[in-house]
């Protein structure tokens, strides 16, 4: 392939490279983390485009470098339109270009939404076995049952497989319902069940995953949650700053999730310090951190940015893939 294509991949040959490779997405995004967590990385911060008088919808650039054997550059550009969903259309859409650090020249274009929800599942059940310390809980808690949480369930069973009852919440009752028959038909066996409110859910579950569109935080009590409890706080913005603050705080990166109005950031602005933030996975991952503080009954929270870092990771992933299989499609001569 000459300097002056690009190969294009659209959504279902990203599926096809995907699938059955979930423990090589983890291996990825673990080096991901190491790497970023090392220094191996340039990370801007996330762009927000928002629209007048739209505190829902919006588009997010993730530009990022990512060394240390990766060595490419890029961008996620994706768009959150929830009401996508009642449009018979997905809530995300992605595109994702890929950089030669050398030349600066973009040399792929990927369909980015299954990137993402991908790299997003891998990471919270990296940090779920890291947390769980690869004790699989005795119930899993889905407070949200979009695309994300369907996939954090995919992955989280690859890693910890004997998680076998679930307990589910949505606001909307008929999306549960859906989600829970193919868990039933999916995990012939297991306990899966519609809760109905999410204060049940967190009172039964020692694992809980976030995946909402919670735009400011709607659940400000967890004194009901088992102790020691570990929630994958996906979606970013469902817990009150108050209830951060009584947590145990693991992030990926303090610097990202300290913006855009984030639950931790709001804790931030609460406290006025980051103090209450005890770590990133990066340091449990390299062992200079804990997987539990001390007080093993708190509720630990992983409060995950996105890190587009993540991205690259596993896009690399996918295009070595595709170039091995000969897959996509070339447009030769794309620059002048």
Same mark, same amino acid.
């Given at each position: 392939?000459?300097?002056?294509?690009?190969?294009?991949?659209? %959504?279902?040959? *990203?599926?096809?490279?995907?699938?059955?490779?979930?423990? +090589?997405?983890?291996?990825? *995004?673990?080096?991901?983390?190491?790497?970023?967590?090392?220094?191996?990385?340039?990370?801007?911060? @996330?762009?927000? !485009?928002?629209?007048?008088?739209?505190?829902?919808?919006?588009?997010?650039? !993730? =530009? %990022?470098f990512l060394g240390d054997g990766f060595d490419l550059a890029g961008v996620k550009w994706i768009a959150s339109f929830p009401g996508n969903l009642a449009r018979n259309l997905e809530r995300a859409s992605a595109l994702v270009v890929l950089n030669s650090p050398q030349t600066g020249r973009p040399f792929a274009v990927?369909?980015? @939404?299954?990137?993402?929800?991908?790299?997003? %599942?891998?990471?919270?059940?990296?940090?779920?076995?890291?947390?769980?310390?690869?004790?699989?809980?005795?119930?899993?808690?889905?407070?949200?049952? $979009?695309?994300?949480?369907?996939?954090?369930?995919?992955?989280?069973?690859?890693?910890?497989?004997?998680?076998?009852?679930?307990?589910?919440?949505?606001?909307?009752?008929?999306?549960?319902?859906?989600?829970? $028959?193919?868990?039933?038909?999916? !995990?012939?066996?297991? @306990?899966? +069940?519609?809760?109905? @409110?999410?204060?049940?859910?967190?009172?039964?579950?020692?694992?809980?995953?976030?995946?909402?569109?919670?735009?400011? =935080?709607?659940?400000?009590?967890?004194?009901?949650?088992?102790?020691?409890? *570990?929630?994958?706080?996906?979606?970013?913005?469902?817990?009150?700053? /108050?209830?951060?603050?009584?947590?145990?705080?693991?992030?990926?990166?303090?610097?990202?999730?300290?913006?855009?109005?984030?639950?931790?950031?709001?804790? /931030?602005?609460?406290?006025?310090?980051?103090?209450?933030?005890?770590?990133?996975?990066?340091?449990?991952? +390299?062992?200079?951190?804990?997987a539990k503080r001390v007080d093993d009954e708190a509720v630990t929270v992983f409060s995950p940015f996105g890190l587009g870092v993540l991205d690259l990771a596993v896009s690399k992933l996918v295009y070595s893939q595709a170039v091995a299989e000969g897959l996509g499609t070339w447009i030769p001569s794309f620059f002048?």
């Amino acid at each position: 392939m000459s300097d002056n294509g690009v190969l294009i991949l659209r %959504a279902e040959e *990203v599926a096809r490279l995907l699938a059955g490779r979930e423990l +090589e997405v983890v291996a990825a *995004v673990e080096a991901s983390y190491r790497a970023h967590g090392r220094g191996y990385s340039s990370l801007p911060h @996330s762009t927000f !485009l928002r629209f007048p008088g739209d505190e829902v919808n919006r588009i997010i650039a !993730l =530009p %990022a470098f990512l060394g240390d054997g990766f060595d490419l550059a890029g961008v996620k550009w994706i768009a959150s339109f929830p009401g996508n969903l009642a449009r018979n259309l997905e809530r995300a859409s992605a595109l994702v270009v890929l950089n030669s650090p050398q030349t600066g020249r973009p040399f792929a274009v990927l369909e980015g @939404s299954r990137i993402s929800s991908q790299r997003t %599942a891998a990471s919270a059940a990296l940090a779920a076995r890291v947390l769980l310390r690869a004790r699989a809980p005795a119930a899993l808690g889905l407070i949200g049952t $979009g695309l994300i949480n369907s996939e954090v369930v995919h992955y989280l069973l690859k890693l910890l497989p004997d998680i076998r009852r679930f307990l589910l919440f949505d606001l909307d009752g008929q999306r549960a319902a859906r989600f829970c $028959g193919a868990l039933e038909e999916a !995990l012939p066996g297991a @306990s899966v +069940e519609v809760a109905p @409110s999410p204060d049940d859910v967190l009172a039964q579950c020692p694992l809980v995953s976030f995946a909402t569109t919670a735009v400011r =935080p709607h659940i400000a009590d967890l004194s009901r949650c088992p102790p020691g409890a *570990v929630h994958l706080h996906i979606s970013l913005r469902d817990l009150a700053p /108050e209830a951060i603050l009584a947590c145990d705080n693991v992030v990926d990166d303090p610097d990202h999730v300290c913006r855009a109005q984030t639950s931790v950031h709001l804790a /931030e602005q609460l406290a006025g310090h980051r103090d209450f933030i005890r770590c990133s996975l990066w340091q449990l991952l +390299e062992d200079t951190a804990p997987a539990k503080r001390v007080d093993d009954e708190a509720v630990t929270v992983f409060s995950p940015f996105g890190l587009g870092v993540l991205d690259l990771a596993v896009s690399k992933l996918v295009y070595s893939q595709a170039v091995a299989e000969g897959l996509g499609t070339w447009i030769p001569s794309f620059f002048a």
